[in-house]
């Protein structure tokens, strides 16, 4: 569980790092890619994942 003041479960911090560093490598690796947005992304509890609800990318 999550601190006493939250009462949901911690939040899969650690997958969430891993996609940011994974998308990272895309965009250094992609120049012709001028933009990226993924918003919202849900980050749900360990051991779940991550999802991004919504994603656009331009280039």
Do not use: K
């Not at 790092?17 to 980050?43: F, K």
């Amino acid at each position: 569980m999550g601190c006493w003041w939250r009462p949901w479960p911690r939040a899969d911090l650690e997958v969430l790092a891993h996609t940011l560093e994974a998308l990272s490598a895309i965009v250094r690796g992609s120049p012709a890619l001028c933009e990226v947005d993924l918003n919202p992304v849900l980050v749900l509890p360990e051991g779940e994942g991550v999802v991004a609800l919504d994603a656009l990318n331009s280039g």
